[in-house]
């Protein structure tokens, strides 16, 4: 009688929580410095993430719309999960907003605009055009970064 074919689970986790999906993660910001502090923060806590749920997460860091219209586009990040972090304003008077009108429709992506500006027209309207959070830009934004990178990454293994 042959064995049942059994899963090799490496964590606890596993069993739980499986997965072995691949993440771009951006950071659309034209400050330097936050950018820079929120790539990181990212890349540093994905490591963790990696190990927890198996995924394999690249962190790319955009200074300006251009460039991270390139990186998001590219052959690079074809067929994996993308995480977009985007601050709402923008250098060359760009907003999120422009940036969202520009994104074509994709089920495997997450969109977070991140804003110094507490105003829920404009939070509405991103949503409204597909962002999954609107927070706000302070000495806590990375903080919940890693939150929500690790709870889009947590509900796509459990589903």
Request: proline letters at 2%.
């Amino acid at each position: 009688m042959d064995k049942p074919e059994t899963k090799e689970y490496k964590t606890f986790l596993d069993l739980f929580f499986p997965t072995a999906e691949k993440y771009s993660v951006a950071v659309l910001d034209d400050d330097e410095y936050f950018n820079t502090l929120m790539t990181e923060v990212l890349k540093h806590y994905s490591s963790n993430l990696a190990v927890l749920y198996q995924a394999q997460i690249e962190v790319h860091s955009y200074l300006k719309v251009d460039d991270f219209f390139k990186g998001i586009n590219s052959k690079d990040v074809k067929g994996t999960r993308k995480v977009l972090f985007i601050d709402y304003y923008l250098n060359d008077s760009q907003k999120a907003i422009d940036v969202l009108n520009q994104l074509q429709p994709d089920k495997d992506r997450r969109i977070v605009i991140i804003s110094e500006t507490k105003n829920f027209q404009i939070a509405a309207e991103a949503k409204q055009l597909g962002a999954t959070q609107f927070i706000r830009k302070d000495q806590f934004t990375h903080f919940m970064c890693t939150s929500l990178l690790e709870e889009f990454i947590r509900e796509d293994a459990s589903s």
